[in-house]
């Protein structure tokens, strides 16, 4: 069975989300987050449907959500969710830094 992996700094992010729709819409926010879910399963059964961005990372892959985009990597048994950023978030910039850290 292929699962998914939500690493910490995703976690973050989702709850950064959440922070925000809990704020302003709480219906939107959990339509999110029910998409989220579908997408991961999704990703887990196949890790290949997302776009790659090699350029970045080799394993470096991502799918559009909402206005979001879930950031990943294949693993053995499935994917791991990196972050969960805006679609308008500069990935590369966004890696440097997490390479720095």
Known sequence: MSVYIIAPSASRDLNQIADYFLARNLEAGEKLFREFNKKCHNLANFPSIGRSYAHIRPSLRGLP??????????????????????????????FAQSDDE
């Open 65 to 94: 959500l909402d206005g979001y985009m879930i950031i990943y990597q294949a693993i053995d048994d499935g994917v791991e969710i990196l972050r969960v950023v805006s679609g308008r978030q500069d990935l590369e910039s966004l």
